[in-house]
């Protein structure tokens, strides 16, 4: 399902534990390390969809985790022709598949890390997983995801303590990134300095 610029609804999920680390997963068979996250089907929320691959991608049930906060609206990013399948020819005429767009979610975890199953699913994402700091390492995400990676984290980390949220980033960039990002996109609304509750 690609919306009319050729981007795929998607998820994120930032899990935190009670020390503010994030969950980091090893992807299958490989040597990358990220977010779980995944596409949206047909006829679900953003939430709906963010619980599914919670599930699939990490074993945990809504009861083991806390929705803290999300993102105002979608970020996106490409994906460089090298990964993208070639389009078929008898599909030309369809939109061409150019990347994701994305709703993050911040949850904390309520559960306990034995709760984290990587083999939920028949189709595992992650083979192996640790915690690691808020302001992860850039240069360990795959390099056309990092603006992405930068941009939620940074509008995420205003749900978390003062002292945290009002850090330099680990990549030098202020917190204003996400003002300057915002700023003439019209699916997004400008950010507000309330009180940061879902609603």
């Given amino acids: 399902m690609l919306d009319r610029e050729g981007y795929r609804p998607n998820v994120g999920i930032v899990l935190l534990n009670s020390r503010n680390e994030v969950f980091w997963g090893k992807r299958v068979g490989q040597h990358s390390w990220q977010f779980p996250q995944g596409g949206i089907q047909h006829g679900e929320s953003?939430?709906?969809?963010?619980?599914?691959?919670?599930?699939?991608?990490?074993?945990?049930?809504?009861?083991?985790?806390?929705?803290?906060?999300?993102?105002?609206?979608?970020?996106?990013?490409?994906?460089?022709?090298?990964?993208?399948?070639?389009?078929?020819?008898t599909?030309?005429?369809?939109?061409?598949?150019?990347?994701?767009?994305?709703?993050?979610?911040?949850?904390?975890?309520?559960?306990?890390?034995?709760?984290?199953?990587?083999?939920?699913?028949?189709?595992?994402?992650?083979?192996a997983w640790r915690w690691v700091p808020f302001w992860i390492q850039l240069d360990a995400v795959i390099d056309f995801k990092r603006e992405v990676y930068e941009l939620a984290l940074s509008e995420l980390a205003r749900y978390l303590s003062r002292g945290l949220r009002m850090q330099q980033l680990a990549w030098g960039t202020p917190l204003d990134l996400i003002q300057s990002f915002y700023t003439g996109n019209e699916d997004q609304t400008k950010p507000s300095n309330k009180s940061d509750k879902e609603k």
Avoid: C
């Fill in 46 to 89: 953003p939430e709906q969809a963010m619980y599914r691959e919670l599930h699939e991608e990490v074993g945990l049930l809504p009861e083991h985790v806390q929705i803290i906060g999300r993102t105002r609206g979608w970020l996106r990013y490409d994906v460089p022709e090298e990964y993208l399948r070639r389009q078929h020819a």
């Fill in 91 to 127: 599909r030309v005429h369809r939109t061409a598949y150019r990347g994701q767009k994305q709703i993050w979610f911040l949850l904390r975890l309520i559960g306990l890390d034995s709760d984290i199953q990587l083999r939920a699913s028949d189709h595992p994402e992650f083979d």
